[in-house]
């Protein structure tokens, strides 16, 4: 089963658009096809957006993503990591690294030039919610 990082941006599409590539990523995590890597920062990010009233989510459906982060991802600790790239954006940091220091097979975002310097330093993978929604498939 692979054990990804999910960047917000995805759950947030796959909120607003189920049937699609970030819709069917959430829908295997939410079968237990894949395990979500978090920590505590990447919780409160889900939290603060997900939330947002001008997303205009279900709130049934955020509640239950919510949960299941809390509840049934992999929660790691990166107190101390020195990452050995700079990331274009602050807040993607994070992500990053909870996927360094859980050595996951893919960090899963929308953002891929966001990411692009993860593709040169190392085995961990930085995949589109297209190509993520791939791998899935070919794991059946």
């Known amino acids: 089963m692979p054990r990804w990082v999910i ?15 970030p819709g069917r990523i959430i829908d295997a995590w939410q079968a237990g096809r894949l395990v979500m890597v978090v920590d505590d920062r990447i919780l409160r990010e889900y939290g603060d957006v997900l939330t947002r009233s001008r997303l205009r989510l279900d709130p049934v459906r955020v509640a239950g993503v919510l949960a299941l982060a809390h509840n049934g991802g992999e ?4 107190a101390g990591i020195q990452l050995p790239f700079v990331l274009p954006d ?15 097979a893919a960090l899963v975002t929308g953002n891929l030039k966001h990411f692009a310097v993860m593709r040169d330093v190392g085995p961990i993978s930085v995949l ?3 190509e993520a929604v791939q791998v899935l498939d070919a794991l059946v």
């Open 90 to 104: 602050p807040k993607d940091v994070c992500f990053a690294e909870v996927a360094v220091i859980a050595r996951v």
């Open 128 to 130: 589109s919610p297209f």
């Open 75 to 78: 929660h790691v600790v990166t």
């Open 7 to 21: 960047d917000t941006n995805v759950v947030v599409s796959g909120l607003l658009n189920p049937a699609g590539p």
